[in-house]
């Protein structure tokens, strides 16, 4: 989805610069001060979208020189690249790397082509998930391609929605489903494998926090789970949370929490009744990219969501 597709919505801002003399630098990670390298050629394109959890920018910028003293005085600031190519403080940064910056960082960049990315700053630090796991300062996260792709994607899905929804309450009824798709996608991104490791003797540990979890689960009934509301239930880190189900189960977090909403969904679909629809059920259960939620739906249950609730409705109306 080209940058060029996306048009202004109630909840999403689009700008559009073709001459460097109106050109407004965004102040999402700082501002800085941009030297373009072929003035000609001068054109920048950014999509602005606001969420609870903080601003996302998605940004077509110019060949440029680009110097700025970077980051956010609260909070932790990312840019991930979709094409991607710099010198940045000497050091060659492309489209597989993610930068990763708290508090402040000075920053001189130099980039030869037109580059696109998003550029995020979150409310929150994010040490309670485990994100980039030092003080202050720019770092480097390289992530293996799948979980680089779907973090993409995801991104690139959640400005294709905002672009056509005209309904700002609309929107924000969906803020924690989008945002927690991309935690997620963050979570496996950011959080080394490594540190979601079991010391020695603390399994049982582990397996009782999962127990409390189950119970948790239940006791939240037909809400969406979120994993930030479940650690807080659970008076522990999202990335405690993140070790126990690895540790356990064998997987992520959100892989046991998306399991556990395909099920309130199937169970949703086969006793809803006649008025019920897929995507009300989906919805309900915090699902909010609907293609992705039928396919994760059938690998999970063998069917389509739509048969489920025939058999569902065929049954209702039997009784």
Not at 33 to 55: C, K, M, Y
Not at 122 to 130: A, E, I, L, Q
Not at 214 to 228: A, M, N, T
Request: glycine share 8%; charged share 20%.
């Amino acid at each position: 989805m080209p940058l060029n597709r996306l048009k202004p919505s109630r909840v999403l801002t689009i700008e559009r610069f073709s001459d460097y003399a109106e050109f407004r630098a965004n102040e999402v990670l700082g501002l800085g001060t941009s030297t373009p390298l072929r003035p000609r050629e001068f054109s920048l394109t950014r999509a602005i979208l606001p969420l609870q959890s903080g601003v996302f920018v998605l940004q077509r910028a110019f060949a440029r020189r680009f110097e700025a003293e970077m980051g956010t005085d609260t909070g932790i600031g990312l840019v991930v690249p979709l094409t991607f190519h710099s010198i940045t403080n000497g050091v060659e940064i492309d489209s597989s790397t993610i930068g990763v910056v708290r508090g402040k960082a000075p920053v001189v960049s130099i980039e030869h082509q037109p580059n696109t990315y998003f550029m995020l700053r979150f409310n929150s630090d994010m040490r309670h998930r485990g994100w980039a796991d030092f003080d202050t300062g720019l770092a480097t996260v390289r992530p293996q391609h799948d979980p680089m792709a779907r973090l993409r994607a995801a991104f690139l899905e959640m400005f294709s929605l905002a672009s056509g929804c005209d309904d700002p309450r609309q929107f924000e009824a969906l803020h924690r489903p989008i945002q927690e798709t991309l935690f997620a996608c963050l979570d496996a991104t950011l959080v080394p494998a490594g540190s979601l490791a079991t010391r020695p003797g603390s399994f049982d540990k582990h397996r009782k926090l999962i127990a409390r979890l189950d119970e948790v689960v239940e006791l939240f009934g037909s809400q969406p789970l979120y994993s930030d509301d479940l650690a807080t239930a659970l008076g522990v880190s999202v990335r405690t949370l993140q070790t126990a189900t690895q540790v356990v189960h064998g997987v992520s977090l959100h892989h046991y929490l998306r399991l556990k909403r395909l099920w309130a969904v199937r169970v949703l679909l086969m006793t809803g009744g006649g008025g019920l629809t897929v995507k009300a059920a989906a919805l309900a259960n915090g699902f909010w990219h609907l293609g992705d939620f039928s396919v994760g739906y059938k690998r999970a249950f063998g069917e389509m969501p739509s048969e489920t609730l025939a058999r569902g409705r065929g049954s209702f109306y039997r009784s």
